[in-house]
């Protein structure tokens, strides 16, 4: 018990150290926390009546991001498979990344469901027990129970790791070996049981197409690496964190893969929809065309499908996946791509045109924007205060001094832009951790 | 790990996490009914004789604190018109709260279609309301048990206990249900409960001049509202998603959604 | 169906109180006609005798104790709900007298020259 106490005394007093960037990172972080709470306490006080949400369309861009972040979320995965399961070194090194970003994003994802609800402040009601979760019957239940599940795991791995690269143990293979592999299919689960949430609505055509959840399941892998890897390149040039150039290639070949999935299958949807050219149809030519004049959303979904076939040619042509630069922007491509299709795209052209045929367009109000700009940086927060503890640790950097109580901490300095250079960063000086 | 390894420790990791499953149990939804079948409260609408007056939403949304000028109501009336040269309107500006007191269509934002006496088909009236499926959509998806189909049939919702995620209002395929504003629940017809079970109509029923709208126990056979539902050529509304509604239409036109 | 729910809330609903009496098509007038008997039965024998009370007169709420009076709406909009004349003959509607309201008296309240309990033309003030 002491010894955890230490771990975390320890852990607080990294994250109080840093370079001035990390500093001006961190203070912005909190600015936009700021902003973001203040238009939360705002529309808590007047109702969701501050949102443009409608009867008409009664899941906007709150949902959207949560859909979104679970893409994100579930994408460890392509990490953990080939680090624990097939024990591939170079991805294996930095696997534990992954699951920290798991983490934030479902802390993200937990964050816009609660700003989605008119009584936020009933959210025990979901709790077993204490209140009453309507399992099995509701999917929206299951979605709460794999959610939680899944973030207990990565955060149970990803904690027990470190925590004993802390204090300098092996960490218990036979202990975290099961629980990772039951955060293969808590992944999978996470995805497939969001998709269901709209898939299992048949009064929604344009959801209730069982090719939903693979389609989601696919977008997922190319929306999350494109993430991780912005975040692994940025950690490579900015602290000490060593990635290999190899693993780096691997994720971005997967994402070539998955990319052609996800256009594959969105293809064979839209064949169906329109060469059928059925009632339901309607939802697709609103997105896709626009119907009867109202075409809010037809110049983003372009935008998207330009993304996502230019960074699927990126990344399939060695050359320029192998190019930092392309595969740069590449990964902004996706990400942007895949954020606009699998958030405004999917989720608002499922409520227009209405069960009553009935538009309404839909789209944020400031307050939406203000409050999804501060969950944004809430889990951007929460993740680089994790990098912050987790990456010392994974370089030997942070770990408990020789006295087995104090913690020795041998960087300093984070968020620092480190020379290609071996041997030239200026190495701070080890400062022993007061008691 | 080699590969057989892992596929061992994946079925373990499988069996172990199917074990509490086991233990859920179902609730047969048919033992519920049975416990009750007294009362099954069904609606009636003849379309034929609705005039579009709008005094059925007016009532409801007195009777039942539904904000008059905010743009949500338990029950409302669509005008359904057709063009002789082959074009269809429909509108319901405000549900009907103020019945229809103008004969163009009302495109919303402001538009109004003009059209002219001449070319008027057909044209006729829909009042709709919450059908209080035998199989409901919406109590299905609720993730907190919150909204729930009474022993009587009524779908109601515990405002108490909802925590307003807005599922069941996706999930309805009528949208009867809506955000309450003020309230910030969701909410919808209750075939007004608390007047059923003081032995009084509904307030719409109440309210109607025409006899447009009535109510019945359609497990009463000498009813005569379920007498109606046996023998006349009665429709429902979508009855393709299953949901087995309970508000029965005389007069239903094929485009009436 | 799925009853999984907090049964006291069934009682919470059942217990709200009523606004409405039962004056409509059904029970025809009965509740006002227990005190304004002659009167509801003369009005009631008219054209307007299928319109329940309470849609010009107002909820009866616990009348007569609160309210004492009721508050009448003799509006032209409510008038205007039925009498508005719309060109659709293959609806109910037909049946109805229609004006339109952007020529026929405009400003004027209906009540000033129509009887609204004996709404027949001969019936006119």
Known sequence: MKNIWNFFAGTLLLISKGSKAYYCWVLLLLVLMAIGASAFLRQFDQGLIVTNMQDQVSWGFYISNFTFMVGVAAAAVLLVIPAYVYEWGPIKEFAVLGELLAVSAIVMCMLFVTVDIGHPERFWHLIPKLGRLNFPQSLLAWDVVVLNTYLALNLTISIYILYNLYYKREPNHNFYTPLVLLSIPSAISIHTVTAFLYNGLGARPFWNSSILVPRFLASAFCSGPAFMLLIFLLVRKYTKFKIKDEAIQKVAEIMAYAMFINLLLLGAEIFKEYYTDSIHLNSFQYLFQGLHGHSALVPYIWTAMAFNVTAFFLFLVPSTRKNTITLVIGCVLVFVGVYIEKGMGLVIPGFIPDTLHEIYEYSPSNTELMLAMGIWATGLFVYTMLLRVAIPILNGDFHVADDGVSSYIGDDLFIVRQDDAEGETVVAEPVPARE | ?257 | MYSYHRKSNEAEWANQPAKYGTTGREKLHEFCAECHGDVVKIRTEKLHGTIPCENCHGPVLNHPEKPEKLDVDRSRELCLRCHTNLPYTTSERKRIPGIDPKTHNTGAVCVSCHNPHNPSLEGMK
Not at chain 2, 109 to 136: Q, R, W, Y
């Open chain 2, 1 to 257: 790990m080699e590969r057989r390894d892992f596929l061992k420790k994946c079925i373990m990791v499988i069996a172990g996490a199917s074990v509490p499953l086991s233990a859920l149990t179902l609730v047969d939804p048919k033992k519920v009914l049975a416990a009750n079948p007294s009362i099954q409260w069904a609606f009636l609408v003849d379309t034929t004789k609705c005039v579009g007056c709008g005094f059925c939403v007016k009532a409801c949304k007195t009777e039942n604190d539904i904000p008059l000028n905010a743009n949500v109501t338990r029950t409302w009336v669509e005008r359904y018109v057709y063009t002789k040269d082959d074009r269809r309107y429909v509108d319901s500006p405000k549900g009907a709260l103020d019945g229809y007191t103008d004969a163009r269509i009302d495109l919303g934002k402001g538009e109004f279609k003009e059209i002219d006496k001449d070319n008027v088909g057909k044209a006729f009236f829909v009042p709709k309301l919450c059908n209080h499926c035998a199989s409901p959509a919406c109590t299905q998806v609720c993730p907190v048990g919150a909204t729930y189909k009474a022993d009587n049939g009524v779908v109601l919702v515990d405002r108490k206990w909802c925590i307003g995620c807005g599922y069941c209002i996706m999930a309805c395929p009528y949208a009867a249900r809506f955000f309450h504003p003020v309230l910030k629940v969701a909410d919808k017809c209750t075939f007004c409960y608390h007047r059923l079970s003081k032995g009084l109509d509904s307030a719409c029923v109440n309210a109607c001049p025409f006899g447009a709208r009535k109510m019945g126990n359609i497990h009463d056979k000498n009813d005569p509202i379920t007498q109606i539902i046996m023998n006349e050529r009665v429709g429902v509304l979508k009855d393709e998603f299953g949901t087995k509604p309970q508000a029965f239409y005389i007069g239903l036109a094929q485009e009436v959604r």
